[in-house]
């Protein structure tokens, strides 16, 4: 864990935009934050027990839950994410009900002599979270395109538009970029960058580096791991996301 040590009204500040920024949902493809244009196999149900979070110094806000993707026809992938939040800042530990994601993935493009995929997955992000007094229904437009290299490569990123709304909320830009490669038939690792805007009237760009892994443990079961730095207003905070993932 990564901490810093911040003057009280910096830290309050900053306490306020990572609880803005961890609530914008995602770019998410498990366990990276940046998304790939790959759906759920026709028929196929993935299930994540997660726990991720976001903090800078003694400020973390954190979900725990579940997410669901099922492959319902051809290139087309439902999702829904259904967690519980938890925040914890100088008044001490908070916890409550999560903002409930429902999305759709539709992969527009597969072109398997080049390996190049592009799909679209619009999400709407409802406003279930207890601890978010005002929060309204915010609503992600995002395009992601790879390519799959020989070897076990692949290159992947994107991004999309945030609609934010609510007293002092902006809407925000949101691109990401990673590349993974295979380890052989059992593990998997990765690395990327993210860059949002900012979500919140008179808030800051939020810079994200991570790097991750997955590792099939046996039968339909993997680990999947990943966790880096976050940069915001010149401060270093950390990120992280780990999950028991079962593939039916």
């Known amino acids: 864990m990564i901490s810093v040590s911040l003057p009280h009204r910096a830290l309050k500040a900053v306490a306020a935009a990572v609880a803005l920024a961890f609530a ?4 998410a493809g498990p366990p990276y934050l940046t998304d790939d244009p790959i759906p759920t196999e026709l028929g196929h149900l993935e299930i994540y027990g997660f726990a991720a979070g976001e903090g800078f110094g003694p400020a973390l806000n954190m979900d725990v839950g579940t997410d669901l993707n099922y492959g319902a026809v051809k290139d087309v ?16 530990w908070r916890s409550g009900t999560g903002d409930v994601e429902l999305g759709v993935k ?11 995929s592009v799909a679209v997955f619009p999400r709407v992000i409802l406003p279930t979270s207890s601890l978010a007094a005002d929060g309204k229904t915010r609503i992600l437009l995002p395009v992601w395109i790879g390519k799959d290299f020989a070897g076990g490569t692949s290159l992947f990123g994107g991004g999309g538009y945030l609609i934010n709304p609510g007293p002092g909320n902006r809407n925000v830009w ?17 690395a990327e960058v993210t860059q949002e805007g900012p979500d919140a009237i008179g808030g800051t760009p939020q810079t994200r580096a991570g790097a991750g892994a997955i590792v099939h443990l046996a039968g ?3 680990l999947l791991v ?4 976050t940069w915001a207003d010149h401060h270093t905070g950390y990120h992280f996301y780990g999950a028991l993932g079962l593939n039916f």
């Open 24 to 27: 914008t949902p995602g770019i």
């Open 77 to 92: 992938q439902l999702t829904a994410t259904l967690p519980l939040s938890f925040a914890r800042d100088e008044a001490g």
């Open 106 to 116: 539709y992969r527009v493009v597969h072109d398997k002599r080049s390996g190049v």
């Open 174 to 190: 949101q691109a990401a970029v990673a590349l993974t490669h295979d380890l052989g038939k059992d593990v998997s690792i990765g």
């Open 220 to 222: 339909p079961a993997s």
């Open 226 to 229: 990943s966790c880096g730095p």
